[in-house]
Nanobody, 115 residues
Framework: QVQLVESGGGLVQAGGSLRLSCAAS????????MNWYRQAPGKQRELVAT???????AYTDSVKGRFTISRENAKNTVYLQMKSLKPEDTAVYYC?????????WGQGTQVTVSP
């Protein structure tokens, strides 16, 4: 069984920074894409950033230049460094990983950015 555990969310003022982490554990042979999603109240879940096993990266336009996704394959861990946070970044952030051709989700971590 595979488990993803996120950490690092919290309350921060606009312009501040936070770093999210997500560690995968369990019966893991390989992890392909690792992703960060977010869901704000009343909105659909959106893909924020993706990193492939080979290190290719993509971001949604609204976070380009402010967020950085990275991963440590040896630790089965993905990170999301968030800078210059805005109130509109407030959401529950979820990591999701393609493990053995199945998408596994973390439980989510709340990020709240105050004006």
């Amino acid at each position: 069984q595979v488990q993803l555990v996120e950490s690092g969310g919290g309350l921060v003022q606009a312009g501040g920074s936070l770093r999210l982490s997500c560690a995968a554990s369990g019966s893991i042979f390989s992890i392909n894409n690792m992703n960060w999603y977010r869901q704000a109240p009343g909105k659909q879940r959106e893909l924020v950033a993706t990193v492939t096993r080979g290190g290719n990266i993509a971001y949604t336009d609204s976070v380009k230049g402010r967020f950085t996704i990275s991963r440590e394959n040896a630790k089965n861990t993905v990170y999301l460094q968030m800078k210059s946070l805005k109130p509109e970044d407030t959401a529950v952030y979820y990591c999701a990983a393609d493990i053995q051709s199945r998408l596994h989700w973390g439980q989510g971590t709340q990020v709240t950015v105050s004006p």
